[in-house]
Structures are given as structure tokens and as C-alpha cells.
């Protein structure tokens, strides 16, 4: 099997890996981040709650920081980037799917572990991976479609924006008490388009017909978009 995020690839030889440990002490660590924070985590109190022993985890994972990264990462799911037509829908959507896995971590806790993952090049470049880059891919693949339907100035560029998106987004997870809400979120999404945008009301428009077509359906994650 391969090696779940931020473990060690499994010897040659041996006894297989059993993925119920992997499963329990995945757990168990996203249980004591939950209640403890970075700092409370320890292998002995991951051993205990789950059934199991120290070296059992050493061999999967090389240290507490990526221990949790791995655990951190089974949480955040992977936006997958809309391409509906909409782009206001479309950016809705990457933002707020990526929001609401990223609030299942405690911003003290992101903040923590990027604190020691950050002197390491390794860990530094693991941290990335699992938390920021795959809401940044999502977002800038969203603003690509854009750009190809002509919904964006020729001028605008568009790395620069995936950056504005992303630091206030890592921003208030690393140095705020809370994540960003829905309604701010929508925020940034309004002023960031309006300076984009061909036409913004344009834009708006058919993000209220398209809203009004599909209303009474099942409810799929996304942030409220500005009316």
C-alpha cells in the first residue's frame, strides 16, 4: 500500500503495516490537537489513546510534527476547482469547500506546527503541501476558467491574486483567534472581483439567475455570494 501522508514508506521486509493502527493513531492525534493543542501532543498520549505503542508509530511516522501533519491531512479534503459557467459560483465554491475543512484544525494549532515545521526544509515544504497548496491550485484553476471565458481584464494577473486569497486566509489561521467566516470570505470574493472583472454586474447576474434556477435543491457547500 502507499504510505499515508507524511509517513514513511514501509520497509522491505516484515510484517505488513496494519492500516487500522494508521487509522487509530491518525485518530487519536486529531483528538488530542482537538482538546489539547500542538503543544499538549505527545506519542506517549497518541500510544495511549490508541492502543498502541511508541514504536509502532515511530515506524510509520518519524516525529510528532509529522505525526500531525499526517493527521492534519487525513481532515483536509481536496477541493476539486467547479467550472459551472459562474464565476462568482465557481469561487464560492473552491473558497468556502476549502474553508470549511480547513476550520477542522484549531488556528493555534496550524500556527504551532508551522512554528516547528518551518526550520526544517523538509517538514517546511510538507506543511505547504498538505495545507495551503491544495487551495491555492483549486482557486487558481477557478480563475483560469475565468479568464478563458473572458470574464477577467487581459491585464490582471492572476498568481497575485491566488497570493491575496491565500495569505488572508492563512493570515488569520496562523496570527487570528479564529478562522475566516462565511461572511468575510464573501467579502474578499465582492471587492477582489470588482477590480477583476469585465463586468462585475454582469457577473452578479448570472450568479442570481443561476441561483434562482436551482433554488429548492440539496444545499452543497459553498459561501453566500454578494447580492
Keep these: 500500500m502507499s504510505s499515508a501522508p507524511g509517513t514513511a514508506a514501509p520497509g ?36 495511549r489513546r490508541a492502543g ?31 467550472d459551472t459557467g459562474c464565476t462568482l459560483c465557481d469561487l464560492g465554491e473552491s473558497l468556502g469547500v476549502f474553508l470549511a475543512a480547513y476550520r477542522a484544525t484549531r488556528p493555534d494549532v496550524l500556527a504551532a506546527l508551522y512554528a516547528e515545521c518551518a526550520p526544517d526544509p523538509a517538514l517546511r515544504e510538507r506543511y505547504l503541501a498538505v ?27 492572476q498568481n497575485q491574486v491566488v497570493d491575496l486569497f491565500a495569505s488572508l486566509v492563512q493570515y488569520r ?32 447576474a ?3 439567475a443561476l441561483e434562482l434556477e436551482h433554488r429548492g435543491g440539496p444545499d452543497a457547500p459553498h459561501v453566500h455570494l454578494p447580492t
Design 173 to 204: 489561521a496562523l496570527f487570528g483567534d479564529a478562522h475566516l467566516s462565511d461572511e468575510e470570505a464573501e467579502g474578499a470574493i465582492e471587492l477582489v472581483l470588482r477590480g477583476l472583472a469585465v463586468d462585475y454586474d454582469a457577473l452578479l
Design 12 to 47: 522491505g521486509g516484515g510484517r505488513p503495516r496494519d492500516p487500522q493502527i494508521d487509522r487509530a493513531v491518525l485518530d487519536a492525534t486529531s483528538e488530542l490537537l482537538d482538546s489539547g493543542g500542538y503543544a499538549e501532543l505527545t506519542l506517549e498520549k497518541v500510544a
Design 131 to 157: 495545507v495551503v497548496e491544495p487551495s491555492r491550485r483549486a482557486v487558481a484553476a477557478t480563475l483560469a476558467h475565468a479568464a478563458t471565458r473572458g470574464d477577467l481584464r487581459e491585464d490582471v494577473d
Design 206 to 208: 448570472r450568479s442570481a
Design 52 to 82: 498502541t505503542t511508541r514504536p509502532a508509530i515511530y515506524r510509520r511516522w518519524a516525529g510528532r510534527a509529522p505525526l500531525a501533519l499526517a493527521a492534519v491531512a487525513a481532515r483536509l479534503s481536496v477541493p476539486e476547482a467547479p
